[in-house]
């Protein structure tokens, strides 16, 4: 049997995935089976309690829900009314502004990531380690394989500036870049 805080705890993260779910039901991910978008979230879920073993229930339902308001209709509002400001403050912080242009916001996710709290790195570092493990998976529609290479270079400048936050999730990202000859 459970006790009352692991029940708790499950019955949250529930709520949140079904929120992320409803959500992202529209949308999928860019490769050709168009899987949909939800799997991205909860794999950067999975891999921070199942890898990292993380427990912090803030960060968990910050990772479920990283990508809500930035590709879809929720408000940062929203968020903290349904999960609370702790949780609302670290989805601010993985969120970029969609009114920018990709390379102004890619040149930010750079700038900034040293300087974000421990629990939006955790963040981030899951969401590329989901994201680079699904471009070795297969190229999503459209990506040229300078774009691919791209993607892993921004990666890894984002991620160095995010070292000495999670071993186990350092250390995979290393090996990536390391069988890809990113420098
Ligand atoms: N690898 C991969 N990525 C996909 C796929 N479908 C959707 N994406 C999303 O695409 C984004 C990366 O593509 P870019 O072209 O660099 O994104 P951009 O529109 O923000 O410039 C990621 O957003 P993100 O999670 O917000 O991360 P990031 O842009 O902050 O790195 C990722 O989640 C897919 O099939 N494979
Ligand atoms: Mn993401």
Not at 82 to 92: A, Y
Not at 140 to 159: A, L
């Amino acid at each position: 049997m459970l006790n009352h805080l692991q029940s708790d705890f499950i019955k949250e993260v529930i709520r949140c995935v079904n929120f992320a779910a409803i959500k992202h039901k529209n949308q999928r991910r860019k490769d050709p089976e168009e899987t949909p978008y939800i799997n991205h979230p909860i794999g950067v879920a999975h891999i921070l309690t199942q890898e990292a073993n993380i427990t912090d229930i803030a960060v968990i339902q910050a990772a479920l829900l990283h990508d809500t308001v930035e590709d879809t209709d929720t408000s940062f509002e929203e968020i903290e009314q349904h999960f609370g400001t702790k949780v609302r403050g670290i989805v601010v912080e993985v969120t970029d502004d969609k009114r920018l242009p990709s390379k102004e916001r890619k040149a930010l996710q750079i700038k900034h990531a040293g300087s974000s709290s421990y629990e939006a790195k955790l963040v981030k570092l899951a969401d590329k380690l989901h994201n680079l493990r699904d471009l070795e998976r297969c190229t999503p529609k459209g990506w040229s394989k300078v774009r691919v290479e791209e993607y892993f270079k921004f990666s890894k400048q984002v991620t160095d500036g995010l070292k000495g936050t999670n071993t186990i999730m350092e250390e995979r990202l290393e090996e990536i870049y390391k069988m890809r000859n990113i420098l």
